[in-house]
């Protein structure tokens, strides 16, 4: 480790490298997909299995197991979207008890 300028400074370790790559074959394959494949409902992406693959994901994956990390990751956003409502409802009850205790209607 060269510390204030002293020692080798030659060695440089480049970790894009993977993304530029993710992101050439990403490209390579938006060329080669047809048409048909390409479909603009909310969940196309569970008809073709060569749909782009998201940095997220590693290539070497299998299509089972993208599958899987997908309904994981959707399940817990369904949790957390049922979570928000209950506390929004919980919310809504101390602003009507606030309402009734402060007797709002009156004005």
Known sequence: MGLFGFGKKDK??????????Q?????VKKAQASPDSSGNGP????????????SEY????SLEEKKRKLAKRISDMTGKME????????????????ERKLDVKRI
């Open 43 to 54: 969940f196309s992406f569970f008809d073709s299995p060569a749909a782009e693959s998201s």
């Open 58 to 61: 590693d290539s070497s994956d």
């Open 83 to 98: 979570d928000l409502s209950n506390q929004i409802y919980h919310l809504q009850q101390r602003l009507e008890v606030l």
């Open 12 to 21: 440089v370790i480049d970790l894009s490298e993977k993304y530029k790559r």
């Open 23 to 27: 992101i050439a074959k990403a490209e």
